[in-house]
């Protein structure tokens, strides 16, 4: 038996500690009430994960730069995440994200380097999570260009599914060459496969449209815990196979969810261009819209017993959700039950508009998501969508042709009177038109968001 | 490490994973999100082990860049979810109440 080696044992109990507090952090980031502490357990157990590592037995030098690299790699994503905007939230945690695929890339590419003899699965595994890696991470940042406005538009062209796959296939019989050759890989062929992998991720990303982004940002996350694992694997280090596997179940898992969610599967996404002429020509629209103003919507909300409000991503936009939540404060305080209602897909992706709302001071139990409020609008005096579109429009009940058919909506059509707050008279984004907006008990508020709701609190005020 | 312990270790991270998603609201959906983005930056611990045994002045460039984007994530990962969690309050004012 070999002696005892104190340091080897102190490093992996570290290890092993940190990934129960992974595993029990993420365990309570699903209650709100115990979300806040679950992070900070988290962070403990990386803190101490990080720090121990110093010691590891297979470090023997640059440690300076190791430190002065956490310092600016630190730095740099310390300062960027406590100034993004709230509304940023998506491409931001796509960023991070993509350089955690970036950062298993890069460890897969300082082992493949070295051309040591491995075992033929460790090599499989280093070179798999190279690839998975490499895609999360040059698909996170066109993501993230796409969400923060550095990219217009989608970029389609005939035959792209064909060419992404050929590219998919290349790269990877080029990686099944660099593990069946053992160390006897050309590092041309090395570099090679690492700049087809990030084409591949860039191609893939591409043609994706904006509202689709957040399935594929949770999609990437998945990804690239399952790269972690991978790279975990290669350097014998439970840690990182654990918290990789898990955030790789997890992460595909809550890709559907939010999938299912947009009633979007997820071949959809990523292999069909939302909206394309399937089928016939959607319904025409009867009626016509009809205006209201200001003064006259906050007498109707004034008066009545039940207002529901669907807040959409123009809400955030235009920064109007502290007044719809001072504009909630004054209804209550006239004895009006307000109950927001948030379709899984308002904001950019599940859950945005929650922190949105929650950034306001909305508390989270008056905020309600489809399932629950869908029963209550018929008993609904007053509906107020304020930036919301698609997640209200009945066609996706009513019109087979809709693109838009079969995505569960809120039933606001229902209430007894709608308001509609709206910048113009245009589709919207995704140039689907709203059969809602033409509906008898329904009356559109022109206005940018953070103007309508300003005016209705004064109005509100002066009743 | 013996592969079938490896593989054991996968499986029942796997299915951890899975349980724990399965049953959380929508709401906290985009917080979970970026605190299983958090999570994965556990990658800084594989990118120094990396750097630290680079051998020639390319593996060593390419491990610096894989420690700073690791750190990135890590860090990024953090600040991020815990603003988004600490904003989270039911209607009952609390101890704490600014």
């Known amino acids: ?24 952090g993420l365990k309570q980031m699903g209650s709100p009430m115990t979300a806040r502490r ?36 630190g730095a740099i994503a310390y300062v960027s995440g406590k100034k993004v905007a709230m509304t940023d939230m998506p491409q931001m945690i796509a960023l991070y994200n993509g350089m955690g695929g970036g950062a298993a890339a890069a460890i897969a590419a300082v082992i493949l380097l070295k051309q040591d003899e491995m075992p033929m699965t460790i090599q499989a595994l280093a070179v798999i999570g190279a690839m998975i890696g490499t895609v999360a991470f040059s698909g996170s940042l066109v993501a993230y260009a796409k969400l923060q406005g550095l990219m217009r538009g989608v970029i389609r062209f005939p035959m792209q599914q064909f060419f992404n796959a050929l590219v998919f296939v290349v790269a990877l019989t080029i990686g099944l060459a660099i593990i069946l050759n053992g160390t006897e890989y050309s590092m041309t ?7 087809l992998a990030l084409a591949f991720g860039v191609m893939v990303t591409v043609p994706i449209g904006g509202a689709d982004m957040p399935v594929v940002i949770s999609l990437f996350n998945a990804l690239t815990g399952l790269a972690v694992g991978f790279e975990g694997y290669v350097l014998s280090n439970p840690a990182m196979m654990i918290a990789g596997i898990v955030v790789g179940s997890a992460g595909t898992l809550l890709t559907q969810l939010m999938a299912k969610a947009m009633n979007r599967p997820i071949s959809n996404v990523l292999f069909s261009n939302f909206g394309d002429a399937d089928g016939g020509e959607a319904e025409a629209v009867n009626g016509s819209m009809k205006e209201i103003d200001a003064t006259d919507v906050a007498v109707m909300m004034a008066f009545a017993e039940k207002v529901v409000i669907i807040p959409g991503y123009g809400m955030a936009v235009a920064q109007a959700q502290h007044k719809v939540w001072e504009m909630t404060k004054q209804l209550q305080e006239r004895g009006a039950t307000v109950k927001f209602a948030i379709h899984p897909v308002a904001g950019r992706m599940p859950g945005h508009m929650n922190v949105l709302l929650a950034e306001a001071g909305v508390p989270y139990d008056i905020i309600y998501d489809l399932d629950e409020i869908n029963e209550e609008f018929p008993t609904t005096d007053v509906v107020l969508v304020i930036g919301a579109n698609d997640v209200v429009n009945p066609a996706a009940r009513t019109d087979p042709n809709s693109p838009i058919y079969g995505m569960p909506i809120l039933n606001a059509d229902y209430a007894k009177n709608v308001i509609v707050v709206k910048r113009g008279k245009g589709t919207g984004f995704s140039g689907i038109e709203n059969h809602l907006f033409f509906a008898d008990n329904t009356r559109m508020l022109y206005g940018d968001g953070q103007d309508v709701a300003n005016d209705l609190v004064t109005s509100l005020k002066e009743l | 490490m013996e ?20 049953k959380v609201p929508v709401i906290l959906h985009t917080p979970l999100m970026s605190g299983s983005n958090f999570v994965h930056g556990i990658v800084l611990v594989g990118a120094m082990v990396a750097m630290g045994h680079a051998e020639s002045t390319a593996q060593t460039v390419i491990g610096f860049i894989a420690v700073l984007l690791a750190a990135g994530n890590a860090v990024g990962g953090y600040v991020v979810t815990e603003r988004m969690l600490e904003m989270f309050k039911p209607s009952e004012k609390k101890e704490g109440d600014k």
């Open chain 1, 1 to 24: 038996m070999e002696d005892f080696d104190l340091l080897n044992f102190v490093i992996q109990a570290t290890y092993f500690i940190a990934a129960l507090l992974f595993i029990l």
């Open chain 1, 38 to 73: 679950g992070i900070v357990w988290a962070g403990v157990g990386m803190v101490m994960a990080t720090l121990i590592t110093y010691f590891h037995h297979e470090i023997n030098h640059n440690y300076i730069w190791m430190t002065i690299a956490i310092g600016i790699g």
């Open chain 1, 189 to 195: 062929l090395l570099a090679v496969f690492f700049v």
């Open chain 2, 3 to 22: 592969g079938f312990i490896a593989l054991y270790i996968f499986m029942l991270a796997a299915v951890t994973g899975y349980e724990i998603i399965s």
